[in-house]
């Protein structure tokens, strides 16, 4: 995968006798600026979600409640990234295919993103992504 490559980060925890509390900002950990939030529920165990790419926007994903997994492509190589705890979360920069599937009952995907939502940001068409990674079309 590429220089800047998706990695699993550990958020700062404060922890006592009523539970943890994880910490995410450029302080603790995140390595940019928060500038949108989002969460997906409700999911469907059978769902498939993401199946895009963005041209700049970086995003940490976590699994703030359940499970799920995240297959990213760099339209050469996959990985597979199980989200399992909400103390940790997925770093993922631009230039990358992602899709997420295998939610858990109860599961909410919280997504936090560098960028404020632009529509051009997104290649939503896997040839359109190829094209733009140098592959051409598959």
């Known amino acids: 995968m590429g220089a800047e490559q998706p990695h699993i980060i550990e958020f700062k925890r404060i922890t006592d006798s009523r ?22 529920y409700d999911i469907p165990a059978d769902a498939v979600r993401g199946g895009h790419a963005h041209y700049g926007t970086t995003q940490l994903i976590v699994a703030a409640a359940g499970h799920f997994k995240v297959e990213v492509s760099d339209g050469i190589t996959s990985r597979i990234f199980s989200l399992e705890h909400p103390g940790e979360g997925l770093i993922l920069p631009p230039g990358y ?30 040839d359109s992504f190829l094209r733009f990674k140098g592959m051409g079309e598959k």
Not at 26 to 36: K, L, M, N, V
Not at 103 to 122: H, K, P, Q
């Open 97 to 126: 295919w992602r899709s997420l599937k295998g939610f858990s009952a109860g599961c909410v995907c919280l997504t936090l993103c560098d960028t404020d939502f632009e529509e051009a940001d997104y290649m939503r068409d896997y």
């Open 19 to 40: 539970g943890d509390i994880a910490v995410v900002s450029p302080d603790d950990g995140c390595p940019f600026a928060i500038r949108r939030v989002f969460w997906i």
